[in-house]
Each structure stands twice: as C-alpha cells, then as structure tokens.
C-alpha cells in the first residue's frame, strides 16, 4: 500500500515538473519572439539605402502598412511603395545618397523643386503650396533642411486626388524624399508626413 502511494506521488511530482517545464520554455519562445510585428519586410535594396543614409523608416503596425509593387512611370522611380487598407493611404519613398558629383550636390532644393515640377498637374486649376519646416521641427526629422510641397499629382503618376512630398536633407547623408497620395486626408497624415527621419 505505501509502495503504490509513493508511485504515485512520483508520478504526481514527474508530472508537475514535465507541465512546469513545458510552461517554461513556452514562455522562453515568447520572450524570445517579441510581440508580433505587422510591419512589411523590406526588400533588401531598400534596407541598404536606408542603412547609407542612415534613416530611420516608421511604419506603425496599427495602420498595416502592406508593400505594393511601385508602378511605372516617366517622372520618378520610386524605391518603395507602401499602402494602408485601413487609412486610404500610399506612401512612396525616394531616397538619394549624397554624392560630390551629382550636379545636384548640396541643392536639395533644386532637386525637390525639378521633382515637384515632374510630378504635379499642368491643369490651370493646379496649386501648389510650400511648408518650410521650422527649427524645432528640423530637430525632430533630425535634418538641415526640409520642405513639404501639397500638390494635385499627374494622373499618370498616381490616380489619387492628393500628394504631398516631404523631402529632407543632411549634409554628408543625402536626401530622403515620402511621398503622401491619397483623396481624403487621413486623421494620421501629420504623423505620417515624420515617417522618414535621419539618425
């Protein structure tokens, strides 16, 4: 009798021990994981860019930004395309490495207007507006510079009603260009226009 009591309290204890071991490396893969991310993965180019210029790409995970493939067109070649279901939102990024050569070296501004120029409508009707972009909010992009151009796109651009360009500039880094397309302006589009930032 004592013998077949003691069996099962061996038992009982193995058991105990085997759940609790179970539990533990359970919750070591949790830990280990990290919470579950919605991000897209970026294609590997893209990342290469990001790491010579030294920019950072915020893409929340509550919009769920998801890759598209960025279309063809004649005015710019865009090196990322990303879209939210959620907030009727794409996003299209353009980032150019700083180089002594280029003829536009140190003239972000040249560069950004030429791009405006390219991919805004020639309709009469079209306006353009400029932000300059104050100290305080050159601190937050961490840039020398930066510009935000609101703009009607070329239909053969984008078939959204809405563009706007956030294009920002370091010296030694290059320029990283998002472009905001959209028809009705998300709550979020402040946030989003800071979705490229430098180190």
């Keep these: 009798m004592e013998q077949a009591g003691s069996y099962v309290v061996r038992s009982i204890s193995l058991f105990l021990t085997f759940t609790t071991m179970r539990f533990l490396f359970f919750l070591a893969c949790c830990i280990y994981s990290g919470p579950a991310s919605s991000q897209p993965e970026l294609p590997a180019a893209f990342t290469e860019l990001l790491s010579q210029l030294e920019v950072h790409l915020a893409l929340p995970d509550e919009a769920r930004f998801r890759l598209k493939r960025s279309p063809e067109n004649d005015y710019l070649q865009d090196q990322l395309t990303v879209y939210s279901k959620e907030e009727k939102l794409e996003m299209r990024f353009y980032l150019v490495p700083e180089n002594e050569h280029d003829i536009y070296y140190q003239r972000p501004h040249m560069r950004t207007s030429l791009l405006v120029v390219n991919l805004g409508s020639n309709a009469e009707d079209a306006v353009t507006t400029v ?69």
């Design 131 to 199: 932000h300059s972009f104050d100290e305080e909010e050159l601190a937050v992009l961490n840039a020398d510079w930066a510009r935000m151009y609101t703009f009607r796109p070329k239909s053969s651009y984008s078939p959204y009603a809405h563009a706007q360009l956030i294009a920002t500039y370091r010296a030694g880094r290059g320029l990283a260009c998002s472009i905001l397309l959209f028809d009705q302006a998300p709550g979020s589009l402040e946030d989003r226009q800071l979705t490229l930032r430098f180190d």
